[in-house]
């Protein structure tokens, strides 16, 4: 079950990074989305293309944080592709992504949504690498879990959209819902499992016989 999920992981954020590449790199900018979402990627390349670059180093990077294998055979790999991760990665995506809110299609909603995961993304990086600092190698890992859970809204978020239109709802309606739907639950199963597993590896166990 566990390989499974390591798959999916893998599958899921390179596959979703392969397709940025694709419709960034290889499409006119904004060929793919809403003619609105175009009018204000036009208006502001500069910072769609930093958001993508840097989003798509965070997406592809992301995988890799969680080797064991990686950290304990390569453990300065590990902190080379850790520091690109948050300094390239969600520093620069967080803070293009929150220009990029500003502008966001959808009203205030979506505005309001995206900003936040923003905010959130460089919040939660940002606790990460002070954790590490500091040597707490425990509270780095669930901040990175945290961290990651916010990467992957870009892999959510081209889930929910194309399920949204086949289910025959109108984009108007949808886009505000989905930039909150995209990283909300992440965050939350992120937070109940996985750095609950964290939480319960860390309790003492109790004494033979006395618990």
């Not at 929150?98 to 505005?111: D, E, N, S």
């Not at 940002?126 to 870009?154: M, Y």
Request: glycine share 10%; net charge positive.
């Amino acid at each position: 079950m566990k390989l499974f999920g390591t798959i999916w992981f893998y599958v899921l954020a390179l596959g979703v990074a392969a397709y940025a590449v694709f419709a960034y790199g290889f499409m006119p900018l904004g060929s793919l989305v809403h003619p609105d979402m175009k009018l204000n990627f036009l208006a502001h390349k500069a910072g769609i293309y930093t958001h993508v670059f840097a989003s798509l180093v965070a997406l592809s990077l992301s995988p890799f944080q969680f080797s064991n294998r990686l950290r304990s055979a390569r453990p300065r790999l590990h902190r080379v592709i850790g520091r690109t991760y948050l300094g390239i990665g969600v520093a620069l995506g967080g803070l293009s992504g929150l220009y990029m809110a500003v502008f966001a299609f959808g009203g205030p909603v979506a505005k309001l949504g995206f900003a936040c995961l923003a905010v959130c993304w460089l919040l939660t990086g940002l606790r990460a690498f002070q954790a590490i600092r500091r040597g707490d190698v425990q509270e780095h890992r669930k901040w990175v879990v945290r961290n990651v859970s916010l990467t992957l809204a870009a892999v959510t978020l081209r889930i929910y959209l194309p399920s949204s239109m086949i289910a025959g709802i109108p984009f108007e309606l949808a886009y505000p819902v989905i930039a909150w739907l995209c990283w909300v639950p992440n965050l939350f199963v992120a937070e109940l499992v996985f750095v609950g597993i964290y939480n319960h590896s860390l309790k003492p166990k109790p004494l033979d016989g006395l618990g």
